[in-house]
């Protein structure tokens, strides 16, 4: 954790995740943690706070969260675009080095068990909120944010930052292989 690690307001917490950024998702089971990168991440209530993630059913990351009913949305930025991709592409369950591998460093917050992964811009902490038949049918999984802090470097009174922010801290949006966008210029209308 370092000196810019401040926490959201839950109410706007969807202001992390509504531009629609490729997150990373980590969780943690008897011992175990795993992260993998996901781009279907959507904000889904205000109060209380909700997400909803799509993990396939093949994905390692998934049994934990099924496991702990806990895990975590992160937003990682231009610098960390080699690992989302290697975390969006490598299993656990074939690798088990994949964190140490790719050079991971996660970090704790006091009182909660998920693994929160180091040099991102934003974290969501969540509940989950089991639906079996979503989970099963659509592998959708709707989580309750409880806990939601961002890098203030980047995201400050409740707004992102990235039209004065260096290219590094710039958000990913995920094409495909090996494609991403950064978050560009900003738009106002009147």
Not at 47 to 73: G, H, W
Not at 123 to 141: G, K, T, V
Not at 149 to 160: E, L, Q, T, V, Y
Request: aromatic share 12%; hydrophobic share 40%.
């Amino acid at each position: 954790m370092n000196q810019y690690f401040t926490s959201v307001e839950l109410e706007k917490a969807y202001r992390l995740i509504n531009h629609g950024p490729a997150t990373l998702v980590s969780a943690c089971h008897d011992g175990i943690t795993n992260v993998m990168a996901a781009s279907w991440v959507c904000g889904l209530d205000f109060k209380p706070a909700k997400l909803t993630v799509v993990l396939d059913k093949s994905a390692f990351t998934r049994q934990l969260i099924e496991k702990s009913n806990k895990f975590v949305i992160q937003v990682p930025n231009a610098k960390q675009a080699e690992m989302v991709h290697y975390l969006g592409t490598h299993s656990k369950a074939n690798n088990h080095n994949k964190l140490s591998d790719v050079g991971v460093e996660c970090f704790y917050v006091d009182g909660i068990e998920q693994p929160l992964v180091s040099g991102c811009s934003a974290w969501l902490y969540c509940e989950l909120i089991p639906l079996e038949a979503n989970q099963r049918d659509h592998d959708l999984f709707i989580g309750e944010v409880k806990a939601a802090w961002a890098d203030s470097r980047i995201f400050r009174d409740g707004h992102w930052q990235f039209e004065t922010a260096a290219d590094e801290w710039k958000s990913l949006h995920y094409i495909a292989g090996k494609h991403f966008y950064k978050t560009g210029e900003a738009l106002d209308v009147k």
